[in-house]
Antibody
């Protein structure tokens, strides 16, 4: 059960920032970490990082460190992913996904948002 | 980092065929492996977790097996709804996805 609903498509210029939202419903928002996964056009899936909605703790992969900021607003069951310093290579679909944590402390993803297309164009 | 390699990258099959997709890890991931199905323009959908556990609501024609470094996703009798791209993902230490296998109509 549950649903993740993301904000709509964005078009940004190089050097700009984008902020994508992901609103959770139908389950306990604070009980599951949320990850962000990127999919370049016609390519595979790339994990970007996670946020713990309870504590606000975050971690991101080295590739995006310094450019990605993940936050949450527990009052409206929503997490956000902001990416700064956009380049043409950041054109992609960005997904939020609910992490099912295992005893390894890592996740598989059982619930996904519908995706948000971010297009970087001059 | 552990690398995940899927084969084949594309597979052509007919309705009713038995289909097998392989995912190999560059080092052991024990049984910490998931499989997803993705259709064009849609989000991935979880099929299998912990290598062989079927996610609730997923048809029983899907099955997963393997441990360590070699895993398989099997569709016992391919249905029209199954033409899609399939990804494996390990979650042993860190997490990474395989490159995907596209299942096409033959």
């Amino acid at each position: 059960q549950g649903q993740l609903v993301q904000s709509g498509a964005e078009v940004k210029k190089p050097g700009a920032s984008v902020k994508v939202s992901c609103k959770a419903s139908g389950y306990s928002f604070i009980s599951y970490d949320i990850s962000w996964v990127r999919q370049d056009p016609g390519q595979g899936l790339e994990w970007m990082g996670w946020i713990n909605p309870l504590s606000g703790d975050t971690a991101s992969v080295e590739k995006f460190q310094g450019r990605v900021t993940m936050t949450r607003d527990s009052s409206i069951n929503t997490v956000y992913m902001a990416l700064s310093g956009l380049t043409f290579d950041d054109t992609a679909v960005y997904y939020c996904a609910r992490g099912m944590i295992s005893s390894t402390s890592w996740y598989y993803f059982d619930l996904w948002g519908q995706g948000t297309l971010v297009t970087v164009s001059s | 980092d552990i690398q995940m390699t899927q084969s084949p990258s594309t597979l052509s099959a007919s309705i009713g065929d038995r289909v097998t997709i392989t995912c190999r890890a560059s080092q052991s991931v024990s049984s910490w492996l998931a499989w997803y199905q993705q259709k064009p323009g849609k989000a991935p959908k979880l099929l299998i977790y912990k290598a062989s556990s079927l996610e609730s609501g997923v048809p029983s024609r899907f099955s997963g097996s393997g441990s360590g470094t070699e895993f398989t996703l099997t569709i016992s009798s391919l249905q029209p709804d199954d033409f899609a791209t399939y990804y494996c993902q390990h979650y042993n230490s860190y997490l990474t996805f395989g490159g995907g296998t596209k299942v096409e109509i033959k």
